[in-house]
Structures are given as structure tokens and as C-alpha cells.
């Protein structure tokens, strides 16, 4: 499990996580929302510790992120797949070349095992046989996809995704959706999805939360996200503009 606590992270004199406190669960499929530039990619990065928090912590199965060695380190990182926003494959190399990246850097693999572990990942994203294309070559949700088989060839316990369904149609996003359902049920992973999707985040939710000024301001299931009275939150849930918040009526 993952246990975020109080954490604090400015760049230059902004600040954009003022206190963050957040459990994340094994097996479940946590899902990030909140306005754009409100510190939700930051905080993928500072689990990943890719950043590092100014103020707090985050454990990840009782071990301090911050604190760990280089052995450790690598351990750390392994159990974590990460999906980026743009699934940043290399356009110079191969399907199976982008995927085997992680697997060169960190394991001993011959290149045998190397391109079975490439094709059966590829099967799990429901792309099998595509080892020899170009990323030029393939269509958004294509890309995406390929990215997710990279994220998981190192079986990793949490898997990361950044927006994973911007950029692509409804179609293309709903069959993301359905494979981040998929592998999170099938390699029993821990999934936390960043995004702005409401549709993403109906189907794909155990659990929401929201960041907002810095902020978790809420955590719920699906129907408690629709159901909240929590102006900031319904409004982001039924994508109306930002205006003034009305003060609420007192009540006697
Ligand atoms: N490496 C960085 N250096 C300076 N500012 C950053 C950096 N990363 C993010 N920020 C700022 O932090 C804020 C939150 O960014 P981000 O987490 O990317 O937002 P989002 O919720 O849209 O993913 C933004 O204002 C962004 O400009
Ligand atoms: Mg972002």
C-alpha cells in the first residue's frame, strides 16, 4: 500500500500541494481528478520519486521513498509501471524494442526471453504480433497501448496512468478503459489513473479523489462523486465553468 502524508511541494514560489494526505490500496483502482495544473502529474512524480516532496512523506509498503538506498531504489522502482501522458515511445525503434527498454536497463534477460516477455505483454494489451512496427505506424490508441505493454513488462505491482484517454476518440478511450479494468483484475496490479474524463472515471473507479487548491477535497466511490454537495466537486463532475462559489444557505 501506499500512505502519502502531509505532503507539501512548491516550485519556485508556487505552490501546488499544500498538505496532501492519501492511502492508496492494494488491488484497488484509484482514480485522480482535479482541474488542469493542479499538481495531479506532480503527484504521480512524487510517488514514482521522480520528485521529492519539501514537506511530508510517502511509504510504499512501509518503506520511505525518500530514505532508500540505491539497491532499494531500484527495487522501489521496479514495482511501479508508469504510463505517460504522450505514452513517449521512441519513433527511431521498434514496437519491441520501445517495450524491451526497461527490461535492457534492469534485468539480465537473454534477448530470447526478452521478446517472449514482449509478446506476451503484447497479448495482454490485446496487440499481439506487432513486435516489428514503428510507432509511426500505429494509430493513437495504438500507441497507447503499446506504451501500457512497456508499463507492465517488468510486472510491476502499481501501474501509473497519466490521462491515458486524452487525444482519442471515444471509442479508442473507452477500449483504454476497459484494459485498465482488465489488467488490474488479471495481474492482480494496483492501478491510479490521473484523468479528466468523467466517462474514464465512471467505469474505471473503485474509489475518486479530488485535488483541488492544493488539496485532496474529496475521496468517495462513483455514486458518492455524483451524489456530493460539495460545490467545487459537482462542478467539476458536471464540467460547468468555474464561477463564483454561492456561500451556502444557513441552515437553522
Ligand atoms: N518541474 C516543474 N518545474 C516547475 N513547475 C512545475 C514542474 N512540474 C509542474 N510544475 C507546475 O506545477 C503545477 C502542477 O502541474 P501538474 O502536476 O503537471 O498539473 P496537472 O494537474 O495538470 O497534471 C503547474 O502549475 C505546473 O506548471
Ligand atoms: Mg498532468
Do not use: W
Amino acid at each position: 500500500m501506499i500512505e502519502i502524508r502531509d505532503v507539501e511541494k512548491s516550485f519556485e514560489n508556487k505552490v501546488v500541494l499544500r498538505g496532501v494526505d492519501l492511502d492508496v490500496y492494494d488491488g484497488e483502482k484509484l482514480v485522480i481528478i482535479g482541474r488542469s495544473g493542479c499538481g495531479k502529474s506532480v503527484l504521480l512524480k512524487l510517488i514514482m520519486n521522480l520528485l521529492h516532496p519539501d514537506k511530508g512523506y510517502i511509504l510504499v509498503n512501509d518503506i520511505a521513498i525518500k530514505k532508500v538506498g540505491q539497491v532499494d531504489l531500484f527495487n522501489l522502482r521496479k514495482q511501479f509501471g508508469f504510463l505517460f501522458q504522450n505514452a513517449a515511445l521512441f519513433d527511431s525503434m521498434t514496437v519491441a524494442e520501445n517495450i524491451c527498454l526497461p527490461l535492457v536497463e534492469h534485468t539480465k534477460l537473454s534477448k530470447s526471453q526478452m521478446m517472449d516477455k514482449v509478446a506476451e505483454k503484447l497479448e495482454l494489451v490485446g496487440l499481439p504480433g506487432i513486435e516489428n512496427l514503428k510507432p509511426a505506424e500505429l494509430s493513437g490508441g495504438m500507441r497507447k497501448r503499446v506504451g501500457l505493454a512497456r508499463a507492465i513488462v517488468m510486472d510491476p505491482n502499481y501501474i501509473l496512468y497519466d490521462e491515458p484517454t486524452t487525444g482519442l476518440d471515444p471509442i479508442m478511450a473507452a477500449n483504454i478503459d476497459k484494459l485498465i479494468i482488465e489488467l488490474s483484475d488479471k495481474l492482480n496490479i494496483t492501478s491510479i489513473v490521473v484523468t479528466h474524463d468523467m466517462q474514464s472515471v465512471s467505469k474505471v473507479a473503485d474509489r475518486v479523489v479530488m485535488l483541488h487548491n492544493g488539496r485532496m477535497i474529496f475521496s468517495g466511490n462513483v455514486s458518492e462523486l455524483k451524489s456530493t454537495d460539495n460545490e467545487v466537486v459537482r462542478q467539476f463532475v458536471n464540467g460547468e465553468a468555474e464561477g463564483p462559489i454561492q456561500p451556502k444557505p444557513h441552515k437553522y
